[in-house]
């Protein structure tokens, strides 16, 4: 474990105690310095951008668990500040799985991670849900796992009710996010939900930090809008990646469609870059 990770560690809990952070998301160590640089307080990983990043689709069962960490590794090594890793729906089936890839994350020097209700899938889009007692049994053994260490380390507990196409989402997800903070989640996380009243009242019913998804249609809502439902963390997952190969995109539909090469006076310098990287970023940004 890194010699700083207990003390990053304790500075990420101590963000959940109170007030609203941002909490974007990294999918390499290069993005992971950049966003550093800017000044947030916290970075999470998304293992979408980092499969994209590596040419894979999410959750593509040909990416290794073995190569998401070593992905998760270059963040958390790249920057000083707290790092929590989407560690998915734990790697395997098995409990044990579970538990051994909290350990890991542990290991390299994570503050946190976050564990998913779903079945491992190979089609993309296809979520299932797993059972309620399965999904409480594996936030129990992620629990477990961290506590065998001697650091803290934010635990953070998804369910994807909204994502699932579950009848009745917002009564789900309270019921289950209710359960894993009973099993010894730090936070809470339902990805999909977007409407203020909806949110407001999982705050209300789990009484426990939540963290809020702004991708899809929450991505409407505003940091002092979410500040005063109550929101405690908030998220981006892959957009942020989404947005960089959206910008990749534009340029190369510039020059194919256009012959216009426009994008290149917008774009950083290569300055301002390599100060980011090296020692002196914020004296660029």
Known sequence: MPADATHQARDFLALHQRGTFLMPNAWDAGSAKYLAACGFAALGTTSAGIAFAAGYRDSDPRQSVDAMFAAI??????VSIPVSADLEAGFGDSLDDVQRTFTRAIAIGCAGGSLEDVA?????????????????E?????????DQHATPFVLTARTECFLTGHPSPLAEAIDRLCAFRDAGADCLFAPG?????????LVREVNAPLNVLTAGPAAQLTLAQLRDLGVRRISTGSALARAAFTALHHAADDMLNKGSFAYAGTALSGEVLDGVMGKDASVFI
Do not use: E, K, M, N
């Open 120 to 136: 491992d899938y190979a089609t993309p889009g296809q979520f299932v849900l797993r059972s309620r007692q399965d999904a409480i």
């Open 73 to 78: 590794a270059s963040i958390v090594a790249a």
């Open 138 to 146: 594996r936030v129990c053994a992620a629990r477990a796992a961290i």
């Open 193 to 201: 939900i977007s409407q203020p009243a909806d949110i407001a009242t």
